[in-house]
């Protein structure tokens, strides 16, 4: 018997997180990987208007409303022999943090440029998070039917800026209304744009005299100079060097005309890499777990309360990292607690089914009544300890009342059920009713109202409060941080774990503080 019995399960697995700035068709590049690999019939498009704004994978109601994606959402299907889970997420950077610790359960992403546009603030943030991790990266630009910067600029920019060596692997003909299609530089093929042409159609050899319908001669000459510079420019496409994280293959389509999109989904295939060994701790010693291995392991990297609000359930989204999953085990936290996954999801996006097996790479959905936090560990064993999630400091407070003052139970019950999910963070004072919210950004705030609303109908009031920094605090010992927490009465509050809260004015209390009290530590991140 192989010392690694699933190995074959889990080198078939492709997981991956697409990321982007908002608007640079993200989320229609993920309905139309989906409807290239056959899981979907058709395509939801994302408009700027009206009632044929629906996606998949956004099934929240302001989602839909707004036409943006602020929650991550998981979709798993067959192709090419392969079982491919995406990750879809949050493209706005007020939902930064859910994105993060969803892309610690990816193995390789797909960075989406507007080809207009190229690298953006919000695509910057997140590279850094992926190169963080050396997560491969494979380049789709965007756009090509509408008008867009120069192919060059664009490489050059990806390359300086996020210190990248870029490899195309296609080069387009023309932009917007000159769009005429992309060769493929590695087989010397042209793939035609036809706008307008509903199914893609099949790829010409470049000497072949049926390219003249697509390609005029004015166009060909140029698309000729254009890939002998690109071919002198840039270095061949190094496997070894793109798995490692330092090296990009670039391609070129447009996702709402549904061009290029087969194109990428053949390289995720081909070249993004199936799980790796993964770094764990086992009776606190460090050990790679591999995802062949026999026992089975894996962590929470985010849950999610009320996606059927009928049932009030709350699904521990969970990254399998080795071994084979099997429906009606029983694992272990680490803290010793025992479940049996009895009814274990599958995602596709909002439609789900039971998963029967998973292997490592697979993400399933843990039904549980608030056992399961963010950055939990499970396995066979109960002693597999993988790295903890972390949470961020907020940027904005809120102190949340209920219009009616008779709802103040409901309310905290709810801010305390959607906390849980790691998205925003909820503050008790320990003086006072208040509760306080803490989030990264306006439209936080505003997707916590509207959920409260929808999914607990309840109206909730965010009021401006005293303070504007939370800082987690600790100390060597229970004595002098009770010590502090008495002088500091006032402005002492808890999380939902627990763990005690400085709650300040200002960054400049909070630099008084630590100078005063240097046995205090005051911290913006806290790991799970």
Not at 147 to 166: G, N, S, T, Y
Not at 404 to 428: C, I, N, W, Y
Not at 478 to 484: A, G, V
Request: charged content about 25%; aromatic content about 8%; glycine content about 6%.
């Amino acid at each position: 018997m192989s010392d690694f019995p699933f190995s074959t399960e889990a080198s078939r697995r492709r997981t991956f997180a697409i990321i982007s700035h908002p608007d640079a068709g993200k989320t229609t590049l993920t309905e139309n990987l989906l409807f290239a690999a056959g899981a979907l019939r058709l395509a939801g498009q994302v408009r700027a208007r009206g009632e044929n704004r629906r996606t998949s994978s956004d099934w929240m109601k302001i989602e839909r409303e707004r036409g943006i994606s602020v929650s991550s959402s998981v979709m798993t299907f067959e192709y090419r022999d392969c079982t491919i889970n995406l990750l879809d997420t949050p493209g706005h950077e007020d939902f930064s943090e859910d994105t993060y610790r969803t892309l610690t359960a990816a193995d390789s992403a797909v960075m989406v440029l507007d080809a207009a546009k190229g690298i953006e603030p919000q695509t910057l943030k997140l590279f850094e998070v992926c190169r963080l991790r050396d997560i491969p990266i494979i380049t789709f630009i965007n756009k090509m039917d509408r008008e867009a910067r120069d192919p060059l600029e664009i490489l050059e920019e990806v390359a300086d800026k996020l210190a990248l060596d870029v490899v195309p692997m296609q080069w387009p003909a023309g932009s917007g209304s000159r769009f005429c299609g992309v060769q493929k530089l590695t087989e010397n093929q042209f793939l035609p744009f036809v706008k307008g042409q509903e199914e893609p159609l099949l790829p010409l050899a470049m000497n072949d005299p049926a390219i003249e319908q697509y390609l005029p001669i004015a166009e060909r000459e140029e698309l000729a100079e254009a890939v002998e510079l690109a071919d002198g420019g840039f270095a061949e496409f190094s496997l070894q060097s793109y798995l490692e994280g330092h090296l990009t293959p670039v391609y070129y389509g447009s996702a709402l005309r549904k061009f290029g999109v087969s194109e990428l989904l053949d390289a995720l295939v081909d070249l993004a890499p199936s799980p790796k060994a993964t770094k764990v701790h086992r009776n606190n010693t460090e050990i790679e777990q591999q995802p062949g291995a026999e026992e089975v392991s894996g962590f929470v990297f985010k849950v999610q309360a009320n996606m059927d609000p009928n049932h009030r359930d709350r699904i521990a989204f969970t990254r399998i990292c080795s071994g084979q999953f099997k429906r009606g085990m029983k694992l272990k936290t680490i803290a010793g607690k025992t479940m049996t996954i009895s009814q274990p999801l599958m995602f596709f996006a909002q439609e789900r089914g039971i998963a029967d097996t998973a292997y490592a790479g697979d993400v399933i959905g843990v039904p549980n009544h608030g056992v399961l936090r963010v950055g939990d560990s499970l396995s066979t064993s109960g002693k597999l300890q993988y790295p903890g999630l972390p949470n961020f400091a907020p940027e904005i407070l809120r102190r949340a009342r209920p219009k009616d003052p008779m709802k103040a139970k409901h309310l905290r019950k709810a801010l305390e059920s959607l906390a849980e999910e790691g998205v925003t963070q909820l503050f008790k004072p320990m003086i006072g009713a208040d509760m306080i919210l803490g989030a990264v950004g306006q439209l936080q705030i505003e997707v916590t109202a509207e959920r409260i609303a929808t999914e607990y109908k309840l109206d909730v009031l965010f009021e401006p409060c005293p303070y504007s920094v939370a800082r987690w605090i600790t100390a060597k010992d229970d004595d002098t941080l009770q010590s502090f927490a008495d002088r500091h009465k006032m402005q002492m509050a808890e999380d939902v774990d627990g763990a005690a809260v400085f709650l300040a004015k200002s960054a400049w209390e909070i630099n008084y503080a630590q100078e005063k009290f240097p046995n205090i530590k005051f911290t913006a991140t806290k790991e799970r």
